[in-house]
């Protein structure tokens, strides 16, 4: 069973930085399909980063582009999420997604995800 743990969340000022892990326990073969996800209160979860084990491409939802950076090394068990330029309207709850796949799922639709983690607060002050 794929279990997600998710770490490095907190609480920073306007225009500071934080890096996100996750975790893959459980598996022999961890899942090939990976993402970033995001929820405020009062909103639908958000797709933020995406990245695919089998040939490296990575899809960013628009608002992070050229902050955030993900990615996964060659370890395959851990997915990072690097988190620059932070301002407050990106506070929320991050959660780690995985699913296992023969092509890029992207971030444009959760459901494409079979496997969840619990989730980090993150809190950007102005």
């Given at each position: 069973?794929?279990?997600?743990v ?23 073969y ?9 929820q ?26 050229g ?5 996964r ?33 992207g ?20």
């Amino acid at each position: 069973q794929v279990q997600l743990v998710e770490s490095g969340g907190g609480s920073v000022q306007a225009g500071g930085s934080l890096k996100l892990s996750c975790v893959v326990f459980g598996v022999t073969y961890s899942p090939a399909c990976m993402g970033w996800f995001r929820q405020a209160p009062g909103k639908d979860r958000e797709g933020l980063a995406a990245i695919y084990h089998g040939d490296g491409s990575i899809d960013y939802t628009d608002s992070v582009k050229g902050r955030f950076t993900i990615s996964r090394p060659n370890a395959k068990n851990i997915l990072y999420l690097q988190m620059n330029s932070l301002q407050p309207e990106d506070t929320a709850m991050y959660y780690c997604a995985a699913t296992y796949c023969a092509r890029p799922q992207g971030v444009d639709n959760e459901l494409k995800y079979n496997y969840w983690g619990q989730g980090t607060q993150v809190t950007v002050s102005s």
